[in-house]
């Protein structure tokens, strides 16, 4: 059983949690994941690793409440225990020998963004962040990031905070201003990193982008995460979840991560009118 250290409402549909694991925040590093349960009875899922403190034996993650189990993982609090909680999986993040990087985020995404970030500037590279929400109330992880950016920039799709528009206009403004990056790496929707990877295409600008968004088991037997990379097949789960930008068949990814919206809306409404029987 895993101890639950602290809760954090983000925004009115994010939480962070730190939990107590000892075994896994020794290993951890930016970019991989865990798997974790509820309870005995409750589906596996996998969620990145957004931090983890090493001498305090924890690990942090962030999720969105968008099914089931991201509703019953609401409902605890500090105290509470999890089944389990497995990892790390998934390759870490490349982050060595990288000078100066340009690190996109998007809505959730910002919580797989943001440990990335931290250990390029702890390496002593110069980090540039953008990131982008709708609106100012879904904004998490704003000082986190300002801390570890020597330039951080901040678009909303509503103008609600920090300057109106997406990601890619401040990247694009950024380039074309005469800032030059060793990497860009985009974290977030599946469309966002698929405009972000055109757009640095154009300049020639090595991307990676995380495809965390589209993965559902987390040890590649259930072929939920599969895409295609360079007209060959791949799993993000276990080949990833980092990928060349360049490579990725977004399109296609973005049709099989869209088959399971329904069931997912669905899932989380029976776990609400359940919970409704209980307050």
Do not use: W
């Not at 942090?60 to 991201?70: D, L, N």
């Not at 390759?91 to 440990?115: E, M, Q, R, S």
């Not at 990379?229 to 490579?247: L, M, N």
């Amino acid at each position: 059983m895993y101890k639950i250290l602290k809760k954090q409402v983000l925004n009115p549909t994010v939480t962070l949690m730190e939990i107590e694991s000892p075994l896994v925040a020794a290993k951890a590093q930016p970019g991989q994941f865990i798997i974790l349960r509820v309870d005995a009875e409750g589906e596996r899922i996998p969620l990145t690793v957004a931090d983890f403190d090493r001498e305090q034996g924890s690990v942090t993650i962030i999720f969105q409440i968008v099914g089931a189990t991201t509703e019953k993982l609401n409902r605890l609090n500090p105290g509470d225990f999890l089944q389990d909680f497995v990892g790390p999986l998934g390759k870490p993040t490349h982050t060595d020998g990288l000078k100066k990087v340009a690190v996109v985020g998007g809505g959730v995404g910002c919580a797989i963004a943001y440990p990335v970030a931290k250990k390029l500037h702890q390496q002593g590279c110069e980090v540039h962040t953008i990131v982008g929400f709708r609106s100012e109330d879904l904004i998490i992880l704003k000082e986190e990031f300002k801390s570890v950016s020597a330039m951080y920039a901040l678009m909303t799709d509503d103008g609600s905070a920090g300057e109106k528009g997406l990601v890619t206009d401040a990247l694009r403004r950024l380039i074309e201003s005469g800032e030059r990056y060793d990497q860009v790496i985009a974290i977030g929707p599946l469309v966002m990193m698929k405009f972000v990877a055109k757009l640095t295409k154009e300049y020639g600008i090595p991307t990676v982008v995380s495809m965390n968004p589209i993965m559902i088991d987390g040890t590649g037997m259930c072929g939920g995460c599969r895409l295609t990379v360079g007209g060959q097949t791949k799993f993000a789960c276990v080949d990833g979840p980092d990928f060349d930008g360049f490579e990725v068949d977004f399109d296609e990814a973005m049709a099989r991560s869209a088959m399971y919206k329904d069931f997912e809306r669905r899932a989380h409404e029976e776990a609400c009118n359940l919970f409704k029987g209980v307050e």
